[in-house]
């Protein structure tokens, strides 16, 4: 009876491993079928009628030909597509039907002349590359930072871009974010959500870019910040809190904090020279003067002028004309009270 208990319970756990075996057999077998399609570099103004079942390209390269657009059903069709380099191109827009493309991890469009991304391409969710380097892009779709969560590298160097949308602070798994050569006059400034972010190069927005946002310096993972050639003039001093930063590019900025002699010393100066300087700029504030002090600065416990005595006589608190509660409260000390004769300097306890 025993055995037959323990063979019962032991069934359901064999059928789950045979069925985990089948489905990563299966998974093999479609790998295999898969394939790989290289055309580039063949000069083509358009793409030749497909010869395979599209649905079984994993890696497509169409790059370094003269096409100047990909047909919406072809696209439509790719569904395993997990490489997609169409770089060095005439493209002027990518085909709406990119969204279709669910297990997309790569995509190179750079070298084109590409001023929009589709909003669709919010639903290639598996993308972890996105390379649109060279190209007109005016501005990212606004939604791209809440919806690519797997994206670890962002690189839209050489664009028209004048800023990034608020969502780019949601890209939690982005490693790089590469946005150089563009016109950027400002940074998101939520940026401490990029938990994951290594590189960020900024650079030659020129005339454009002339700050940077506080929480640059709250990027605990970056190793590297380039904001060279800007018109920047004060690092934010939670850079001085990178602590695992080691490579900082500066050159070509009007800076004055951190001023030429310490940027001289090197990243280690300069992250010191910024902690210093925010933990001085975060020291608490002096006390506000007691209202009592007023009272012994215009003599009205001492009954003596503050001009014609010590310091530690002032500040004795000495009533030299003692009176007891019941005299001054008669009608003759009424009026002594006020405001307007306590922070007076006349001497109104004065025989």
């Avoid at 077998?29 to 079942?53: A, F, K, T, W, Y």
């Avoid at 940074?187 to 190069?201: F, K």
């Avoid at 904001?227 to 934010?236: A, C, E, T």
Wanted: net charge positive; hydrophobic share 35%; aromatic share 6%.
């Amino acid at each position: 009876m025993m055995y037959e208990h323990q063979q019962r319970f032991q069934q359901p756990m064999s059928v789950k491993v045979d069925l985990r075996k089948k489905t990563e057999r299966r998974k093999a077998v479609e790998e295999e079928r898969l394939e790989i399609v290289d055309l580039s570099g063949m000069s083509l103004d358009s793409l030749p009628n497909p010869s395979l079942n599209l649905a079984t390209i994993c890696k497509l390269d169409l790059s370094n030909n003269n096409l100047q657009n990909i047909p919406e059903s072809l696209t439509a069709r790719l569904l395993n597509m997990v490489v997609l380099d169409v770089h060095s191109n005439q493209l002027r827009y990518l085909p709406n039907s990119i969204g279709c493309l669910s297990k997309l991890k790569v995509l190179n469009v750079s070298g084109n002349l590409i001023e929009y991304l589709p909003k669709t391409i919010e639903n290639c969710r598996s993308l972890e590359e996105l390379n649109a380097n060279f190209n007109k892009l005016i501005q990212l779709p606004e939604n791209i930072g809440y919806e690519l969560i797997n994206l670890k590298k962002l690189s839209v160097n050489s664009n028209k871009l004048v800023f990034l949308p608020r969502s780019t602070s949601h890209l939690t798994a982005l490693k790089i974010l590469d946005v150089r050569l563009n016109c950027l006059r400002s940074l998101p400034e939520d940026l401490e959500n990029l938990i994951n972010l290594e590189t960020l190069n900024v650079s030659q927005n020129f005339q454009y870019l002339d700050s940077l946002p506080y929480s640059v310096g709250l990027l605990l993972s970056l190793v590297e910040l380039d904001v060279s050639y800007n018109k920047i003039r004060s690092l934010p001093d939670s850079v001085g809190c990178l602590k695992k930063l080691h490579k900082l590019s500066v050159e070509g900025n009007p800076l004055s904090s951190p001023p030429p002699e310490v940027m001289e010393q090197g990243l280690h100066a300069v992250k010191e020279y910024l902690c210093q300087k925010m933990n001085a700029g975060h020291q608490s504030p002096p006390k506000k003067k007691s209202w009592v002090g007023k009272l012994v600065r215009y003599s009205t416990f001492n009954g003596l002028n503050s001009r014609g005595v010590g310091r530690e006589e002032r500040e004795s608190f000495i009533m030299p004309d003692y009176r007891p509660i019941n005299s001054l409260a008669s009608p003759r000390y009424t009026g002594l009270f006020s405001p307007r004769r306590l922070f007076s300097p006349r001497n109104y306890f004065s025989a």
